[in-house]
């Protein structure tokens, strides 16, 4: 389904009935990253997915997609949709942009979880990489991609899961230069959100890999310590619908009974 937003559109898809649950994808990815769990998860909850910003069938609305421009965009599809309240679950990129929701709308949220995601800020050295890949995108896409994308699975997964790692990597080609561009400049801008994160008055989990390098996870475990959040770690790298498919399968739909009324 398309929603006629900023004089773009949006992409959204909708399965099922009950209580709301919103899924939003990560960097470089589509909607087509759930598809394994929606056929579970619609059996018991509505399922909306949303293609974020600059990617998928989604129009981009300029060169700098902010966590608030993105959250705005699916702020519209929830509103179109009566949403009033809902589970939401964002992996990675999907993480920030749920957490800038909760900034805005934290009366939205019956649950949070942040799959292979981080309520922190980028480092100075994540921000240098970033301008770095923006500069690179311009001239040579394609290999920035390729070599990106690799660093997203733990070593070893990208043999094991290599036709699965083939299919994401050319949905991940698919994504316009300008929404790479935007999505990169967008996360270089995004602030540290742990104490949202901690005073969201809903319930919260963090789903991170083990393997994963582009997480801190000693930092964000100790950071958590003695807050009401919950943690679940995993045994691969940063694409755990993948990696452990059938272990997160259980922790979603876990986590989404847990907190059905």
């Known amino acids: 389904m398309l929603l006629e937003y900023k004089n773009s559109i949006v992409h959204y898809t909708v399965e099922g009935k009950g209580e709301a649950v919103v899924l939003l994808h990560g960097f470089l990815e589509t909607v087509d990253m759930w598809h394994t769990l929606v056929p579970e998860l619609s059996k018991t909850h509505h399922v909306i997915c949303i293609d974020l910003l600059g990617h998928g069938k989604t129009g981009c609305l300029g060169y700098v997609h902010t966590m608030e421009n993105m ?4 702020f519209a599809i929830l509103n179109h949709l009566k949403i009033k309240q809902a589970q939401i679950i964002g992996h990675s990129l999907g993480g920030y942009v749920a957490l800038a929701m909760a900034k805005k709308e934290p009366q939205l949220f019956k649950g949070l979880c942040l799959m292979n995601s981080t309520f922190e ?7 240098t990489l970033r301008t770095r ?27 094991k899961y290599r036709q699965n790692y083939e299919e994401v990597l050319l949905i991940a080609l698919q994504t316009s230069v300008q929404g790479y ?5 967008g996360m270089k801008l995004r602030p540290n959100r742990f104490e949202v994160f901690k005073n ?15 997480m801190d996870i000693e930092k964000i475990v100790n950071q958590i310590k003695n807050t009401d959040v919950n943690f679940k770690e995993l045994s691969e790298g940063h694409m755990s ?12 739909n876990h986590f989404n009974e847990k907190y059905t009324s």
């Open 71 to 74: 959250a705005d965009a699916v």
């Open 121 to 127: 800020a980028d480092n100075n050295e994540r921000k």
């Open 133 to 159: 890949a923006i500069k690179m995108a311009q001239t040579n896409y394609e290999s920035l991609v390729r070599l990106s994308f690799a660093n997203l699975f733990a070593a070893e997964s990208r043999e």
């Open 181 to 185: 561009i935007a999505a990169q400049e």
């Open 200 to 214: 969201l008055k809903a319930n919260k989990l963090i789903i991170l890999g083990k393997k994963d390098s582009l």
């Open 241 to 252: 619908h993948i990696e452990n498919k059938s272990e997160l399968s259980y922790v979603i």
